[in-house]
């Protein structure tokens, strides 16, 4: 059994509880876990790089996805590709070793979207591209990166969003972010809020 220990018991990776799938558990753990592993100026978690891809994203059905796309960050953390290039140079198996990854990665992943009720969307080219987007915009904000060339303005549309939010408040206010943003696209109808039945 892949047991992780959480604060409502021990859980298995290879089948996720709807406990550990709901808004508030996975809202709550990717406001804990901070980008670019932590490298940041000021604490900048997944939950809010999250709801910025999905803000990005023109396509409604895209929406729920882009919201999710990391959400497997919160049973194995945020693995860097900078560490992922790392560990895979230290071995003849770098082909094994990125593939593991992936593979993980999809294995949760196809959880989560069964219990939101979406597609995981891994080859939608919006959220890869809003995805890497809002990286970009990242980069620019907190590090004085300068960014490549944005004709259509999607880059600075996510440094505003960024700028936005990022002085807003602590972890906290991550995580009610990315909540109401579930919640906001659940109305919508782009996807289903897991629960725990009683």
């Known amino acids: 059994m892949t047991a992780l220990h959480t604060i409502d018991g021990t859980i298995s990776l290879n089948d996720l509880p709807v406990s550990a799938l709901t808004p508030d558990g996975l809202g709550d753990t990717l406001a804990?876990?901070?980008?670019?592993?932590?490298?940041t100026p000021l604490p900048w978690p997944v939950s809010a790089?999250?709801?910025?891809?999905?803000?990005?994203?023109?396509?409604?059905?895209?929406?729920?996805?882009a919201l999710l796309h990391d959400a497997h960050e919160a049973f194995?953390?945020?693995i860097i590709t900078p560490a992922v290039e790392f560990i895979a140079r230290q071995t003849e198996y770098r082909h094994t070793i990125n593939q593991s990854v992936r593979c993980a990665k999809h294995h949760l992943d196809r959880q989560i979207a069964a219990a939101w009720g979406v597609e995981p969307r891994w080859t939608s080219k919006d959220v890869a591209f809003f995805d890497w987007i809002a990286l970009q915009a990242e980069k620019?904000?907190?590090?004085?990166?300068?960014?490549?060339?944005?004709?259509?303005g999607h880059i600075e549309r996510a440094v505003n969003l960024i700028i936005e939010l990022q002085d807003a408040g602590d972890w906290r206010f991550?995580?009610?972010l990315w909540i109401e943003e579930a919640v906001h696209l659940a109305s919508a109808g782009l996807l289903?809020?897991?629960k725990i039945e009683t």
Do not use: M, Y
Request: glycine share 4%.
């Open 76 to 78: 194995i953390g945020d």
């Open 192 to 194: 289903t809020l897991p």
């Open 140 to 152: 620019a904000v907190f590090f004085d990166v300068e960014h490549e060339r944005d004709p259509q």
């Open 32 to 39: 804990k876990i901070n980008r670019f592993a932590g490298r």
């Open 174 to 176: 991550f995580r009610r």
């Open 49 to 65: 790089h999250s709801v910025v891809v999905s803000r990005l994203c023109p396509d409604p059905q895209d929406k729920a996805w």
